[in-house]
């Protein structure tokens, strides 16, 4: 059970803090990843064939088992496996319930009332229980039982009417890596951690229900204030915002095949003469020293001969040498980079970005850490995911 004085000096926030995780679909369990990769004890409640997720490839070494599959190594670092077979479980549940802080549960109301469990119940009994209950819409509601995805999720939540291409016939497209299940996870744990600083205050836990679809209906940029208000429909863009117009490409291949994004903003005065005298000192400025295009207007309707200039520069030389000559003269330019890239990111290195999970077998890889450092405490070492019921008979003593 979490205290005050499990977060002291030198220690990280959640050392201490027990969660019981069941029934979690994606978002559940990259809640419960954040918690444990930061020192929360975090028991994964298991069915005697495992998670869903651990029969989601790929796999490692390319063999196909419970024990090698990469969703459930990438969603389940630092945390502990206890097969349980509910609804006969329930009674050993309730035991770990009972020495927990959280119960981070990803069961929809019908699948709750089947196995009868009902958080009201548990709260009751258990008065500093907080229920953290990530689910697709939310325990209410007439959607409250509705089956979803991440890809069901971000249609029905409206991101996905923004994503795609300017070619209109082309249907919206998704986004990759599981931004829904991200979004749900990060609104999720921000949740739990307003319920558990009034639980320092009140010393009583609460019921904190999250729905992934109203999680992402917040998600939707600048389509939900524009049609809200002033009801205007946004258009799709080729690797662009979605704006209520046709606005120019940002996206230039270079010579070495790569691409930048470039984020050129006209009215911004000194952004447009450092680009130009960067094209100048290239010899490919051409008319852009006229002091006509002093006067935003004339940039304005000249758009897209900018653009076509900066496509003939980026010509010239390689992404790389775009980006960072790009960044030297305050230029808002982005390199893409593809997953291969990401793995020699110099500045991802030199922050310790990656880090070595033994997997034992399997050897040493490298995982992403937490996308954040602390100055008051260290970040703990990620542990690698648990093998099916490898802490139940621990948690499970018989009495």
Same mark, same amino acid.
């Given at each position: 059970?979490?205290?005050?004085a499990d977060?002291?000096?030198?220690r990280?926030?959640y050392?201490g803090?027990v969660v019981v995780?069941v029934?979690t679909d994606l978002d559940?369990?990259?809640?419960g990843k %954040?918690?444990?990769?930061?020192g929360?004890? *975090?028991?994964?409640v ?7 997720? =651990? ?8 063999v196909?088992?419970s024990?090698?599959s990469?969703a459930?190594a990438?969603?389940n670092?630092?945390k502990?496996s *206890? $097969?349980? @077979?509910?609804p006969?479980?329930l009674?050993?549940l309730?035991?770990?319930v009972?020495?927990a802080?959280?119960?981070?549960c990803?069961l929809?109301?019908a699948?709750l009332a089947?196995?009868g469990?009902?958080?009201g119940?548990l709260?009751?009994r ?8 990530v689910?697709? /819409? ?13 890809l *069901?999720?971000l249609?029905?939540?409206g ?6 291409? @300017?070619?209109h ?18 609104h999720a744990?921000?949740?739990l951690?307003?319920a558990l600083?009034?639980?320092?205050r ?6 904190v229900d999250?729905?992934?679809? &109203?999680a992402?209906?917040v998600?939707?940029?600048l389509?939900?204030?524009?049609w809200?208000?002033?009801r205007? %429909? ?8 979605a ?7 940002a %996206? ?6 790569n691409y930048?994004y470039?984020?050129?903003?006209l009215? &911004?005065?000194k952004?447009w003469q ?5 094209l100048d ?5 051409l @008319?852009?020293?006229?002091?006509a295009?002093g ?5 304005q ?6 653009q076509? %200039?900066i496509? $003939? ?11 960072h000559?790009g960044?030297a003269?305050?230029?808002p ?7 291969? &890239?990401l ?5 991802? =290195?030199?922050?310790?970005? /990656?880090?070595g ?10 995982y ?8 008051? /405490? ?6 690698r995911p ?14």
């Open positions: 059970m979490w205290r005050e977060a002291a000096p030198g990280t926030p050392n803090l995780e029934g559940g369990e990259q809640t %954040l918690l444990a990769d930061l929360a004890t *975090v028991i994964k298991e069915p005697p064939g495992g998670s869903p997720t =651990r029969a989601c490839g790929p796999w490692l070494g390319d196909e088992g024990e090698t990469l459930f990438t969603y670092t630092s502990q *206890v $097969v349980l @077979d509910l006969a479980g009674p050993r309730e035991e770990l009972a020495d802080d959280v119960l981070l990803g929809q109301p699948a089947r196995l469990l009902s958080y119940e709260v009751a258990h008065p500093r229980l907080v229920v953290l209950s689910t697709p /819409f939310g325990l209410t509601g007439p959607w409250a039982d509705y089956l979803s995805s991440d *069901v999720a249609a029905a939540g991101p996905l009417a923004s994503c795609g291409y @300017d070619d016939t082309i249907p919206p497209i998704r986004p990759g890596g599981n931004q829904g299940f991200q979004t749900s996870a990060s744990h921000n949740g951690l307003l600083l009034q639980r320092r009140t010393g009583r836990g609460q019921i999250v729905s992934m679809h &109203d992402l209906a998600t939707g940029e389509a939900n204030p524009y809200f208000y002033p205007v %429909l946004l258009e799709r863009q080729t690797c662009r915002h704006q209520p117009e046709p606005t120019q490409p %996206l230039f291949q270079c010579a070495d095949g930048i470039f984020a050129l903003v009215a &911004d005065q952004p450092q680009l130009v005298a960067w000192s290239a010899g490919v400025a @008319d852009l020293t006229d002091p295009y006067s935003l207007p004339h940039r309707e000249n758009f897209a001969h900018i076509d %200039l496509e $003939v520069f980026c010509l010239l030389h390689d992404a790389d040498w775009m980006y000559e960044q003269r305050g230029l330019i982005g390199i893409v980079s593809a997953p291969e &890239d793995l020699a990111d110099a500045h991802l =290195r030199a922050r310790g970005y /990656f880090v999970v033994d997997l034992g077998e399997a050897g040493t890889v490298e992403p850490s937490t996308p954040f450092r602390f100055g008051a /405490f260290p970040v703990p070492p990620m542990r648990p093998r099916l019921g490898e802490h139940t008979a621990a948690r499970l003593q018989e009495p």
